[in-house]
Nanobody, 119 residues
Framework: QVQLVESGGGLVQPGGSLRLSCAAS????????MGWYRQAPGKQRELVAN???????RYEDSVKGRFTISRDNTKSTAYLQMSSLKPEDTAVYYC?????????????WGQGTQVTVSS
C-alpha cells in the first residue's frame, strides 16, 4: 500500500509558475512509475507527465517545454514544476504511483490539489 499526498497547488496568474509535490509513504518508492494527471471540470482525467524508474520522462503535448517532472527517491517524492501557466492548465492535479508485472499491478492515487490559473 502506498499513500500519496500532493501539495503546492493554488491560484496563479497566467505566465506564472508553481511546483507541485507528491510525498509517498508505505512502500518502496523507487520501484514505482510516478505520474501527474489532471482533471478539469467536465473533462476526463488526462496524463500530464510521468517518470519511470530509470528516470525517463513522458509529457502530454500541451505541456512540453513548460512542465518538468522529476523524482527524488531519497525523499520518496515526485515533483511537477509548472511554468508559463495558462488558464487552460486549470484543473485538479493528481499524483499516481504504478507498478506492475506478470499477473499483478499496483495503482495508487493521491487526493488531488487544485491549480487555478487566472488573472
Amino acid at each position: 500500500q502506498v499513500q500519496l499526498v500532493e501539495s503546492g497547488g493554488g491560484l496563479v496568474q497566467p505566465g506564472g509558475s508553481l511546483r507541485l509535490s507528491c510525498a509517498a509513504s508505505g512502500s518502496i518508492f523507487s520501484i514505482y512509475l510516478m505520474g501527474w494527471y489532471r482533471q478539469a471540470p467536465g473533462k476526463q482525467r488526462e496524463l500530464v507527465a510521468n517518470i519511470a524508474v530509470d528516470g525517463s520522462t513522458r509529457y502530454e503535448d500541451s505541456v512540453k517545454g513548460r512542465f518538468t517532472i522529476s523524482r527524488d527517491n531519497t525523499k520518496s517524492t515526485a515533483y511537477l514544476q509548472m511554468s508559463s501557466l495558462k488558464p487552460e492548465d486549470t484543473a485538479v492535479y493528481y499524483c499516481n504511483a504504478f507498478h506492475g508485472g506478470d499477473g499483478y499491478e499496483y495503482d495508487f492515487w493521491g487526493q488531488g490539489t487544485q491549480v487555478t490559473v487566472s488573472s
